[in-house]
């Protein structure tokens, strides 16, 4: 049975929520993009769940109720936060806009769920980890892919025109077929790579490490 208090502080209708929350989800991600989207969800389930707790609780037990809701809700965010500070914002969370653009994916770990919704043409790629990706009938023109660890990786009549591949590591890759005209290969290490029928910057073999004793090789298959 309920008691006055509860039936005073029931008045608050719980029905009213779901399309406050969905309305200000909505807007979230309209104006500031999916992310924000996931932030304003958080922010506006925990205080549903305050407010459920205060109707619904005797008075002693819902503050405990609110406090552990606030405590998961900043963990979630904190972590989610974090998580982009560290290893960038994931495709899945990309509004249209940015997914078009250029990736800036410095010094991180690529997935080959996340190539799929990326633009490499451009990017900033300097220091990432495409180890071992099927990256077939993406671009790399102009990229600026320092250091990028491409080992292993299927890059089978890729275009990499005038990107700046300068230590790259492209050991063991298939590079069949690929664009490289222009591309500045100084110190890229192609230690078994397969290079039948690429297309390479004039010279490249001088300033290069490990140059393949042949063209053709596993790489490919």
Same mark, same amino acid.
């Given at each position: 049975? =309920?008691?006055?208090?509860?039936?005073?502080?029931?008045? +608050?209708?719980? +029905?009213?929520?779901?399309?406050?929350?969905?309305?200000?989800?909505?807007?979230?991600?309209? /104006?500031?993009?999916?992310?924000?989207?996931?932030?304003? &969800?958080?922010? *506006?389930?925990?205080?549903?769940?305050?407010?459920?707790?205060?109707?619904?609780?005797?008075?002693?037990? +819902?503050?405990?109720? &609110?406090?552990?809701?606030?405590?998961?809700?900043?963990? *979630?965010?904190? $972590?989610?936060?974090? #998580?982009?500070?560290?290893?960038?914002?994931?495709?899945?969370?990309?509004?249209?806009?940015?997914?078009?653009?250029? &990736?800036?994916?410095?010094?991180?770990? $690529?997935?080959?769920?996340?190539?799929?919704?990326?633009? /490499?043409?451009?990017?900033?790629? =300097?220091?990432?980890?495409?180890?071992?990706?099927?990256?077939?009938?993406?671009? /790399?023109?102009?990229?600026?892919?320092?250091?990028?660890? /491409?080992?292993? *990786?299927?890059?089978?009549?890729?275009?990499? #025109?005038?990107?700046? $591949? #300068?230590?790259?590591?492209? =050991?063991?890759?298939?590079?069949?077929?690929?664009?490289?005209?222009?591309?500045?290969?100084?110190?890229?290490?192609?230690?078994?790579?397969?290079?039948?029928?690429?297309?390479?910057?004039?010279?490249?073999?001088?300033?290069?490490?490990? +140059?393949?004793?042949?063209?053709?090789? =596993?790489?490919? *298959?």
């Amino acid at each position: 049975m =309920s008691t006055p208090e509860q039936t005073s502080r029931a008045r +608050w209708p719980l +029905w009213m929520w779901p399309p406050v929350v969905i309305g200000l989800v909505a807007a979230a991600g309209q /104006f500031f993009g999916p992310l924000a989207a996931l932030v304003v &969800a958080t922010q *506006t389930l925990g205080t549903l769940g305050i407010a459920a707790g205060y109707n619904l609780l005797e008075r002693p037990k +819902w503050p405990l109720v &609110a406090l552990v809701v606030f405590a998961l809700a900043t963990v *979630t965010i904190t $972590v989610g936060l974090l #998580r982009v500070e560290r290893r960038g914002l994931p495709p899945i969370f990309m509004s249209k806009a940015q997914a078009g653009k250029p &990736a800036d994916l410095r010094g991180r770990r $690529v997935t080959q769920k996340d190539v799929r919704a990326l633009e /490499f043409r451009g990017a900033r790629l =300097s220091g990432a980890d495409l180890n071992g990706l099927d990256l077939r009938g993406k671009s /790399f023109n102009g990229a600026e892919a320092v250091g990028v660890n /491409f080992s292993r *990786t299927r890059l089978d009549g890729v275009e990499l #025109r005038g990107a700046d $591949v #300068r230590g790259a590591d492209f =050991s063991r890759a298939c590079l069949a077929a690929a664009d490289l005209e222009g591309a500045d290969l100084h110190g890229a290490r192609l230690d078994d790579a397969v290079l039948a029928q690429a297309h390479l910057p004039e010279d490249a073999k001088k300033y290069t490490v490990g +140059w393949p004793r042949k063209k053709v090789g =596993s790489a490919c *298959t």
